[in-house]
């Protein structure tokens, strides 16, 4: 039923003649799917010795292939030459990353594996309870080890399914991505120990018995299928010298690296509006295109996928630097899917578009700003943890380590913040030498960085030493499909001294559980104002779409040197369409007192109450001082009081409500939220938020209200 609803979503979406053109053809798509499928079922499932020779550059045989293969190869991040080099480096300043990385790989060796906010789950233990490496294979390939629940591995690609509300399928996709290669491949460098690379040998070789081309869930999404591949490559890199890449399994993964290469380019995820998904794609393509260059295919997969890579920046990327999925999480992910190839190709002397460099280097601008001081990205928008290596161990919201590449790559001191310091990250993708040339840059203190608009993606971002306020104004994205987008407009995030205050609730999940999916997007949990009776996201099961039923309008944004402005008009449509809820908001930083001033004005009439919830970070607590005036403190020490935030203007009810607060997909724990219920829709009232309990105290506080009523008195929209 949840298929159906989803189905029926996506064709409101469209005109009606497409519509009903799609609705005529599917009769004729399902049967062609069925004779595919059939044809795949009784064809070769995998590649000859003889095709795959054929499918190389004039080698007159596998051996001397082989041989070719595990020589010279072209460039690329991890280099074996730097090896020695690399590791020294590593124990002399950072002494503590080798007991980390090996630490984590030891963990990959025993099977214990912490993905999608599981926790750290012995799959050993789980393969035993659910049939044994028979059915499951040396890991759960097939399986959402988090429920226990099974994808058919005998089922063809294109007939498989998310379980809607019974499972996530991203969990079988995340383990297969095999983004846990790079940390093997660094305990093998730093200790020359074989059983990371057998262990490598021993994943990738089950994987490919256990999947065979074109059946099970790990062929269903292009994008995880060139994830995975991109990672395979990486592993090769640091694993072809050792004895466990024997002849018979450097064979048995060319023929895989082949079969991916061709899967991707005939499953290529770029039917209407494309997004981060085409961008894997193509990574994918030009990963193999450049480090396998005997495949005869390999040019045209280098050549398609760098000009369609330079095509998606224009298309997915505003102007402002901003990825257009409306979502600060999957900016990261689409950042590192651009990055990573740029990398790739300048090692290899491919010379790319100045546009494009210069369009990467906003984005990279975009993560600088709208990073808060204590180094992590607010959750504006979804965030499935997605990423396309992970080179290192860090809390999936720090982003830290996108500056120090910024840094390296261009070679811009701007990047480097002193408080965040050096990534070790970048070692492994830069090669040895540039920790001297890092140290040597001047660099800045997150103190000094300014505030900052994005126009076109529509984030704001109100910065002052370290008080940061960021405020999501901008459009639904992705052609107005609203894939990542949540129902979040005027809603914002707050730091004090670099402590988290108001903060997003996050995403949870996606498929597995509709109800938290569509709760989490939707206004009633976002710090946004909304109508008491009207939910902004009803329960159905279009997880990917959301309608653009709430517009903003910025009439005002500036910085001076003693304040901050944004003066914003929302509507939302929704309900009752006929009469839409508009209201104006100005957002206001008085940098002198550290004064954010949130004030809401409208003229809207409605019987409904107007309410607005402040979900609070973990870990704080709430004391009630006078009737309208709450001191938020650390849970452990109440008597520092963080910030301070009064209500003035008409008098709310103010209640202390359970939240919920997802930090990560796939984990959510309880939070406390401050929820404001106004009586009536028509408003003139706000809140003043100060840092620490004293600001509240301060004479001058007064007359900044009745300053405040003024002014925003003579504030029109014209």
Not at 206 to 234: E, H, Q, S, Y
Not at 431 to 437: D, I, T, W
Not at 677 to 701: T, V
């Amino acid at each position: 039923m949840a298929d159906l609803g989803y189905y029926i979503s996506r064709l409101r979406e469209l005109p009606p003649g497409t519509a009903m053109k799609k609705i005529v053809m599917k009769p004729f798509k399902v049967a062609a799917v069925k004779l595919e499928s059939l044809i795949a079922r009784f064809s070769p499932q995998h590649i000859s010795d003889e095709e795959l020779l054929k499918s190389l550059n004039g080698f007159p045989s596998l051996k001397e292939a082989l041989q070719a293969i595990r020589g010279e190869r072209p460039p690329f991040f991890v280099q074996p030459s730097a090896r020695e080099q690399l590791v020294s480096l590593i124990r002399q300043q950072f002494p503590h990353l080798e007991k980390e990385i090996v630490e984590e790989a030891e963990k990959v060796c025993h099977h214990v594996f912490d993905l999608l906010g599981s926790g750290p789950i012995n799959l050993d233990e789980f393969v035993k309870r659910y049939g044994g490496r028979e059915v499951c294979g040396y890991l759960p390939w097939h399986f959402d080890f988090k429920t226990g629940y099974r994808w058919n591995p005998k089922k063809f690609y294109k007939g498989i399914r998310p379980a809607y509300g019974k499972a996530d399928i991203k969990v079988p996709w995340e383990l297969s991505r095999f983004q846990h290669a790079a940390v093997l491949g660094q305990a093998y460098w730093l200790t020359g120990d074989e059983k990371y690379a057998w262990e490598f040998v021993r994943q990738v070789d089950d994987w490919i018995d256990r999947n065979p081309p074109k059946f099970g869930v790990n062929w269903a999404c292009t994008m995880d299928v060139a994830i995975r591949v991109a990672n395979w490559v990486l592993g090769f890199y640091f694993f072809k010298d050792s004895p466990a890449f024997t002849d018979k399994f450097l064979i048995k993964f060319l023929k895989s690296l082949l079969t991916h290469g061709r899967h991707i380019m005939a499953n290529l995820e770029n039917k209407g509006i494309t997004n981060n998904h085409y961008l894997a794609d193509l990574v994918g393509l030009i990963y193999l295109g450049i480090a396998f260059p005997e495949f005869k295919e390999a040019g045209s997969w280098r050549e398609f996928g760098i000009q369609e890579l330079v095509k998606e920046m224009e298309k997915q990327v505003y102007d402002d630097g901003m990825d257009f999925e409306a979502s600060t999480c999957y900016h990261r992910l689409a950042l590192e899917l651009f990055f990573y190839p740029a990398v790739l190709c300048r090692l290899n002397r491919i010379e790319l578009p100045q546009a494009f460099i210069d369009k990467l280097k906003k984005m990279f601008d975009f993560v600088l700003y709208v990073l808060k001081p204590n180094g992590k990205m607010p959750q504006i928008g979804d965030n499935d943890n997605g990423r396309l290596h992970v080179l290192g161990k860090r809390d999936i919201l720090d982003m830290t380590y996108l500056l120090t590449f910024a840094t390296l790559y261009y070679n811009d001191p701007a990047y480097k913040i002193k408080e965040f310091g050096f990534a070790p990250e970048a070692l492994w993708l830069f090669g040895p030498e540039v920790y001297e040339r890092w140290n040597k840059l001047l660099g800045r203190s997150v103190e000094e960085l300014e505030s900052r608009a994005f126009p076109n993606g529509g984030i704001y971002v109100m910065r002052h030493k370290k008080d940061y306020m960021v405020i999501s104004c901008g459009p639904n994205g992705q052609g107005s499909l609203g894939g990542h987008a949540h129902n979040d407009k005027l809603s914002f995030e707050l730091c004090i001294d670099g402590e988290d205050i108001f903060i997003d609730p996050g995403t949870g999940v996606y498929t597995s559980n509709p109800h938290l999916r569509n709760y989490l997007r939707s206004a009633v949990a976002h710090s946004t104002l909304r109508l008491a009776n009207k939910h902004s996201i009803s329960e159905v099961s279009d997880f990917f779409i959301l309608h653009d039923n709430s517009t903003t309008q910025v009439f005002k944004w500036e910085e001076l040197e003693h304040q901050v402005v944004l003066f914003v008009k929302k509507t939302d449509k929704e309900v009752p369409k006929s009469d839409p809820f508009a209201v104006e908001q100005f957002f206001f930083y008085i940098k002198s007192m550290r004064a954010f001033i949130v004030w809401f004005r409208s003229d809207h009439q409605t019987g409904s109450p107007v309410i607005l919830r402040l979900t609070l970070a973990p870990g704080l607590s709430t004391q009630r001082d006078e009737e309208a005036t709450i001191k938020i403190t650390a849970r452990n020490c109440s008597r520092k009081a963080l910030a301070s935030v009064i209500a003035v203007g008409n008098p709310p009810d103010i209640r202390i409500v359970p939240a919920l607060y997802s930090g990560q997909y796939g984990s959510v724990q309880d939070a406390i939220a401050i929820e404001y219920a106004w009586p009536s829709s028509k408003l003139y009232c706000g809140l003043i938020m100060l840092a620490g309990w004293e600001a509240a105290q301060r004479k001058d506080l007064w007359p900044l209200k009745e300053r405040l009523y003024k002014e925003l008195a003579s504030w029109t929209l014209g």
